[in-house]
């Protein structure tokens, strides 16, 4: 009987230790395919962050220094002679009139966008009326017509304004957004039912809900949808070129593009433009990374 389990448990720890053995190999796996993931990441990091540091350095360099070879991603010497030029007064390129228009175009885009795109996107979600289905797929098939096509309609309804080379051009024509309608659908569909149930048996009619009960919960869609809709107008260079012509009207985009000789390029002061135009940007994504998160995350949970 001794021998019996004396032979049992040298077979169990045996087999222990083979378990072992062949576990060790799997942990060793799982640590390198995590190096290699930590490296993949870091690669693409350096991939897309590159071109912003090279924007940076080459923005500091003398004109000179911006075209010499080999190529210096640390300039030698520091010099602020592009962003001197461009803040100064009294030149033909007023980048801080540009930033602003751009500021206030984007941010009333964006604004109007949430006005609009917010109540569409529950009423259809939601709300049963005739001809619902109908209304989605019209709105869902504007997103396949190429931006282009609505370039002259768009020019006709604004000079019958008399919109031309004011702000207002480029703020009101893209507050009907499709794609803010169809994202803020798909964010309303994945909220539970409970609470506006609750709200209606409390004697809460079809506006209160809405705008007490499902308005907070759409915080993260909305300031999603914020963000690209700011950025949206914020990066758009075909439409103002059409309509605004001044130089006091331009926002940045084609005002950015008239630093551009057109027989020599003053590289750093085109960077320096760059560096300008990029800083709202980052300070919004730093601001709303996690909103973006669980906006995009929720939006497509229910089709």
Avoid: C, H
């Amino acid at each position: 009987m001794a021998t019996l389990e004396t032979d049992t448990d040298r077979r169990q720890d045996t087999d222990g230790g083979a378990a072992s053995a062949a576990g060790e190999p799997a942990d060793d796996s799982g640590k390198v395919w995590r190096i290699i993931g930590i490296v993949a990441l870091g690669l693409l990091t350096l991939l897309y962050v590159a071109p912003l540091l090279w924007m940076l350095s080459t923005s500091v360099k003398s004109l000179s220094g911006s075209t010499r070879w080999p190529l210096q991603w640390i300039p030698s010497d520091i010099v602020t002679r592009a962003y001197d030029t461009l803040f100064a007064s009294g030149t033909n390129t007023p980048v801080l009139r540009w930033f602003f228009n751009s500021m206030v175009a984007a941010t009333a885009n964006a604004l109007l966008v949430i006005g609009t795109a917010t109540p569409a996107g529950y009423a259809l979600a939601r709300l049963d009326f005739r001809g619902k289905r109908a209304v989605f797929a019209l709105i869902l098939a504007t997103l396949f017509i190429p931006p282009m096509v609505f370039l002259m309609p768009n020019y006709v309804i604004v000079d019958a304004f008399g919109w031309i080379d004011n702000l207002t051009a480029v703020i009101v024509p893209g507050a009907a957004s499709a794609f803010g309608v169809f994202f803020m659908r798909q964010f309303f569909t994945s909220v539970p039912t409970e609470m506006e149930e609750s709200a209606r048996v409390d004697g809460a009619n079809p506006f209160q809900v809405f705008w007490r009960v499902v308005l907070p919960l759409a915080k993260p869609a909305i300031a999603t949808l914020l963000l690209l809709a700011f950025l949206t107008n914020w990066n758009d260079f075909l439409w103002p070129v059409y309509v605004l012509f001044s130089p006091d009207s331009l926002t940045l985009p084609p005002g950015l593009s008239q630093l551009q000789g057109a027989y020599q390029t003053d590289y750093p002061i085109v960077m320096a433009g760059g560096v300008i135009a990029s800083v709202p940007v980052l300070i919004l994504f730093m601001l709303a990374q996690r909103f973006i998160i669980e906006g995009v995350s929720r939006s497509g949970l229910k089709g």
